[in-house]
Nanobody, 121 residues
Framework: QVQLVESGGGLVQAGGSLRLSCAASGSILSIYSMGWYRQTPGKQRELVAGITSDGITTYPDSVKGRFTISRDKAKNTMYLQMNSLKAGGSAVYYC???????????????WGQGTQITVSS
């Protein structure tokens, strides 16, 4: 079956940088859109960065100029480079992918288990 695994989370000081990775594995035919979401207690999960199969990226105003999303199709892996992290940026980050499985005509939504990012002041 298909699964997504995140890595690269941890503790960082305000102003520092981190790079997250998300690796997809299983009976995959194609991966369409991918993205990173974050969630804090009491708040709805929100988009941090998205990327289409054609490489078109989407960012909310809160991270524009600081975060960069990319993907390596040969490795079925997505990355998020986070620079100039802010003290209020602590959250659990989740990997998302729309994936078409082998032998299936349509795509389904998949989520990673989440990785904790803690930004200290």
């Amino acid at each position: 079956q298909v699964q997504l695994v995140e890595s690269g989370g941890g503790l960082v000081q305000a102003g520092g940088s981190l790079r997250l990775s998300c690796a997809a594995s299983g009976s995959i035919l194609s991966i369409y859109s991918m993205g990173w979401y974050r969630q804090t207690p009491g708040k709805q999960r929100e988009l941090v960065a998205g990327i289409t199969s054609d490489g078109i990226t989407t960012y909310p105003d809160s991270v524009k100029g600081r975060f960069t999303i990319s993907r390596d199709k040969a490795k079925n892996t997505m990355y998020l480079q986070m620079n100039s992290l802010k003290a209020g940026g602590s959250a659990v980050y989740y990997c998302y992918a729309g994936i078409q499985r082998l032998g299936v005509r349509t795509q389904s939504n998949y989520w990673g288990q989440g990785t904790q990012i803690t930004v200290s002041s």
